[in-house]
């Protein structure tokens, strides 16, 4: 398929433990996006990245939450010694050179016990 | 501090009712208001508005921009059971990158 995909697609791992979360955007779109969702409620931006650079890494909880970009294609978000709050739908979103609208994956929902 | 506020939060009708779902916005540099729908998993574009006053229209689904006192509505006529979900505000604001800010979402449940 031509879509945004995220894997994986559901994530249980032990509080403290590091978590590494994949986007692989729709080939030929330079923009994308994180956001985290919790449940019931709306997207919290976490980051966006225009080609390999983040210009705007303002959402980014922590400096537990990571972000890079290579090749101006795939993205990994990477959380470190994880939090019972981190627990969430983790979303990745891509647009054609950062215009609207974004084409969003199926998000991976992360669980920390 | 750019804000989206969506209302109601959540709403129930029975199948055939109107409803209309309401955004409003507070944001620098305004560039344009998207509605998204939200089932189970990724949420799927239904609109993108960047004008006053010109209705965007697919099906039974419609809306419209207000510029001038920012705000969006989303129409749903007839609605059915497959328009349960949970409809998405953002706003794409900024001048040298992209900043999109999202509201909490209007969760709507159709009934039959």
């Known amino acids: ?113 | 501090e750019d804000k989206v506020v969506q209302s109601p939060l959540s709403l129930v009708v029975h199948e055939g009712d109107t409803v209309t779902l309401n955004c409003s916005y507070e944001v620098t540099n305004f560039r344009s208001l998207l509605w998204y729908k939200q089932e189970k998993k990724a949420p799927t574009f239904l609109f993108m508005l960047t004008s006053s006053g010109i209705e965007k229209k697919s099906g039974r689904l419609s809306s419209i921009l207000d510029k001038k006192e920012l705000f969006s509505i989303l129409n749903i006529t007839a609605t059915q059971t497959g328009d349960s979900a949970v409809y998405l505000c953002a706003v794409e604001a900024g001048t040298s990158y992209d900043k999109v800010i999202f509201g909490p979402g209007t969760s709507l449940s159709v009934i039959p």
Do not use: M
């Open chain 1, 1 to 113: 398929g031509a879509g945004v995909s995220q894997s994986p697609s559901n994530k249980v791992t032990e509080k403290g433990k590091d978590v590494e979360l994949r986007c692989d955007p729709i080939s030929g779109h330079t923009a994308l996006y994180w956001y985290r969702q919790s449940l019931g409620q709306g997207l919290e931006f976490l980051i966006y990245f225009q080609g390999n650079s983040a210009p705007d890494k303002s959402g980014l909880p922590s400096d537990r939450f990571s972000a890079e970009r290579t090749g101006g294609s795939v993205s990994t978000l990477t959380i470190q010694r994880t939090q019972q709050e981190d627990s969430a739908v983790y979303l990745c979103a891509s647009s054609l050179t950062g215009a609207q609208p974004q084409h969003f994956g199926d998000g991976t929902r992360l669980s920390i016990l």
